[in-house]
């Protein structure tokens, strides 16, 4: 089967591993994945080296990853009239992967939409392309929606635990978007110890001031982040990486935060970073609902959350004792090879595609 995706991509931010990872796949079970656009150096997509294509023709089904924003990227020559015209509706499936095919949802400052007008665009957008509307969660609010986790894991990423000399002792690789209140809960155990840390790196759009779109989508408040406190203890604010650098950064750290935006929390998302995570050369600290890390990690990687509790504790037990903790990791690993890989993953869409 040729599948073609359709994606804003970017170099800083998204699914571009993901990507990368649903084309290796596809090559394993004898199918083909291609993303629709042109890759010209210099020109057009110069420095995201995904597997671009136009030829629509010749794709047997069409998968929209709609994570921001409905709209296709200018200058991609991404044609929705055409995609749409050469492919069947029952041939197109969408992935919508912020929980933004839902009503209006405000959970501690954070929301999927400012208005129900805004929300019934993108349903009424989505609902335009197809009826096969995925969120990567297993528990969708809409009763049309269908439960597909998307986002994967990848064996081939995996560094080998090594706990020697470390640049940082916590990195967290991800931008400061309505992810202030997680991150705020792994600062709570830092301040009692900070004395007895080394370096800790925010790496991201937003952690030192809000990026240049901010303003005009008005969205200065979704980056907030409280200096003083990050100036107190001594956090430093470093420049987004490009995606396929996120697990090597990640891998600088002795430990990285897991967490996900209060919104994401309340719907049970995956994102990109809670595979990437367990991949790197670092012990990851899980800030989320402990239900929620069993039901994707599996229940020894209960051992890895970050207890509202004393949680400046566990932070120096894992800095101090990280060899304690590489049993988990390897545990974890092994169970999201088996349940949560790109080739599970493709498996589960090409059913999607074919019902």
Known sequence: MKLMFVYWAMEDQGSGLVIQGYTEAARTLGHEVSVYGRWIPG?????????????????DAVVFIFEWTTQLKPGDHLDLARIVSKVPRNRRVILDGDGNYNNVIAVANDYNHTDAAASQRWTDACDSISDKICQPTLHPIRPNVIPFLF???????????????????????????????????????????????????????????????????????????????????????????????????????????????????????????????????????????????????????LDLVLSEDNPQEKIMDIVQNPKRYSDVVEGIRKHLTEKHSHVARLRRLIEIIES
């Open 43 to 59: 020109k057009a997509n110069p420095v995201i080296p995904l597997n671009y294509s136009v030829e629509i023709d010749s794709a």
């Open 151 to 301: 986002y994967a894991y990848n064996p081939s990423w995996e560094r080998s635990l090594d706990f020697g000399h470390r640049e940082f002792d916590m990195i967290y690789v991800g931008h400061s978007k309505f992810r202030w209140r997680p991150m705020t809960q792994v600062l709570k155990g830092i301040d009692p110890v900070r004395q007895q840390l080394g370096r800790i790196g925010l790496v991201g759009y937003g952690w030192d001031y809000p990026p240049h779109w901010a303003n005009s989508m008005q969205l200065e408040q979704a980056y907030f982040v409280d200096a003083r406190t990050l100036r107190k203890l001594r956090v430093e604010a470093l420049s987004p990486v490009r995606f396929e650098y996120v697990i090597d950064w990640m891998s600088k750290a002795r430990f990285n935060p897991v967490l996900l935006r209060p919104l994401f929390g309340k719907l049970r998302l995956v994102t990109p970073r809670l595979f990437e995570t367990v991949a790197a050369n670092t012990i990851p600290l899980f800030v989320l609902d402990a239900l929620h890390v069993s039901e994707i990690y599996g229940e020894e990687a």
